[in-house]
């Protein structure tokens, strides 16, 4: 199942900013910041269920591509001929 940014609550914005050190205004700016941010999205639905989970442990034990699919954002993908 995934989660859209957008679902979030002020209170888990606030707390994914803090703990990335970076504004979520960012993602639209790319740059530096913006995979930690996107990580402390995820884990704050993560922590709906797990409410101990710490930022660092959902860091080390999910991919980026996970990440990316929990909060069902498309990546790119070669194009092949």
Do not use: C
């Not at 530096?32 to 996107?38: C, N, Q």
């Amino acid at each position: 199942m995934s989660n859209s940014i957008e679902d979030l609550t002020s209170w888990e914005m606030i707390q994914a900013e803090k703990v990335a050190g970076v504004s979520a205004m960012q993602l639209e700016q790319g740059g530096p910041g913006t995979t930690a941010l996107l990580v402390a999205f995820a884990w704050q639905f993560e922590r709906r269920l797990n409410p101990k989970l710490t930022f660092e442990e959902y860091a080390r034990n999910h991919t980026l591509a996970e990440v990316t699919e929990a909060l069902g954002l498309e990546t790119d993908e070669e194009v092949t001929e």
